[in-house]
């Protein structure tokens, strides 16, 4: 399934099965559960975002390589309903000075988990769908995936379902993704991911 639509269209180029796109300065996608000085900010949803609507249960999977330069510099899967509704899994460089696997669910505010720490310079990243709940994996060769979250997120049947690229504090960059693919289909193991 090729993706052919997107959220903050950016700079794109497709060579065989690697998909590189330019992540701007200040992009993101980001609902802060930090209010500063008592108000919420408005959500934070410009990063480039590559999709397709997908109805149904699903397994997206891709290798990413984020080119790290600045914190929360970050190649990602993406799932949305709406800028309220969304799930994130990415491969990010963290404020802790590490790259690590990191999830981010939003259901009006987000929540921001950092998962493991690798010192690789690329992974795979999926993403499956059964209903309205949600793994998220990791892997490092593309064969053994890892459960990273699991969560239930009550949205519609059709969602939009892509690739993300994000650069928060930086003065942008590339991010490359590899061997992306989607399959419409249900998993019977949601936490083994197959």
Known sequence: MELHKWLSESELKKDGDKITIFAPPSSDFFNNPVPENGKFKAPQKNAPFLYSDIEGDFVIRVKVKPNFES???????????????????????????????VSVVTNKVSDDANGCNLALDSIWLQVARVGNNFAVHYSMDGEKFDMVRLCMLPMEGTVKVGIEAQCPMGQGGIREFYGLSIEKRSISDLRAGK
């Open 71 to 101: 914190v929360y510099d970050a190649a990602c899967i993406m799932v949305i309903q709406d800028e309220n509704l969304w799930l994130k899994a990415a491969y990010e460089k963290s404020d802790f000075d590490t790259t690590a696997v």
